[in-house]
């Protein structure tokens, strides 16, 4: 027992895969079509993917964004946790990536739902707010160039209905933010974002160390 986060070790991983995870058959294929990629480590992990899926059901979402879709592990599991109506406009600049998610999405019978928009996603989302999207949006999930976090957060909460949440991916990275030599962009970058956030009086907080770290924000009304 303990009043602490467990620290979680490969036997207790296994075993909570083991007694919780339930991946359907196409999202089991795409992570081992995804692992024999060079950037295989840019996917979500199945327990982060089952927990957002979870996530979007509990709030009822409808409409979502999301910033980063690689081949499309995390777009997948959202998906096919929405209604038939539901819709994800999702983001990425990347065309060969992309085309293997496209590929996936066709064969789990949820192309429809997903409306890939390729390109820098601040100026997607500067151009959905341009298009009074503001507040039309139930959850968001951020996961792409860190040195963006903060538009995208920014821009994200503004798309947001009061009450709508945003995920924020890799916010523990890989532990090493607590270690002040590690002073490379990307760190340096979560960790400001993480500080801003923790004090963004917009929004209710928690971050969750699943996967790589996900932060939960939720849009105060
Ligand atoms: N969520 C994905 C999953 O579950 O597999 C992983 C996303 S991966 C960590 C990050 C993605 O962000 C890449 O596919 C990359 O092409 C995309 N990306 C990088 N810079 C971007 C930008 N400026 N605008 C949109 N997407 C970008
Ligand atoms: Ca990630």
């Not at 979502?64 to 998906?79: M, P």
Request: charged residues 30%; hydrophobic residues 40%; glycine residues 6%.
């Amino acid at each position: 027992m303990s009043n602490r986060t467990l620290q979680v070790t490969d036997e207790v991983y296994d075993y909570l895969l083991d007694v919780s995870l339930r991946e359907p058959e196409i999202l089991k294929e795409l992570r081992e079509v995804t692992a024999e990629h060079p950037n295989a480590r840019m996917q979500i992990s199945p327990e982060q993917g089952q927990f957002m899926s979870l996530l979007v059901r509990l709030m009822g979402a409808r409409r979502c964004l999301e910033i980063g879709v690689f081949t499309g592990y995390s777009s997948l599991a959202v998906a096919a946790a929405l209604p038939d109506n539901g819709l994800i406009l999702a983001c990425d600049v990347n065309e060969e990536y992309t085309s293997i998610a496209r590929a996936f999405w066709e064969r789990a019978g949820v192309a429809g739902k997903i409306d890939l928009r390729l390109g820098p996603a601040l100026d997607t989302l500067d151009d959905l707010l341009d298009d009074g999207q503001a507040d039309a949006f139930d959850f968001a999930f951020i996961d792409a160039d860190k040195s963006s976090y903060p538009g995208y957060f920014d821009r994200c909460l503004r798309l947001l209905r009061p009450g709508g949440l945003i995920a924020v991916d890799n916010t523990l990275w890989s532990g090493r933010l607590v270690d002040e030599r590690e002073q490379d962009a990307d760190s340096c970058a979560l960790r400001d974002f993480n500080r801003a956030v923790h004090a963004d009086e917009r929004i209710d907080l928690s971050l969750v160390p699943i996967g790589d770290g996900l932060t939960l924000a939720r849009k105060r009304p």
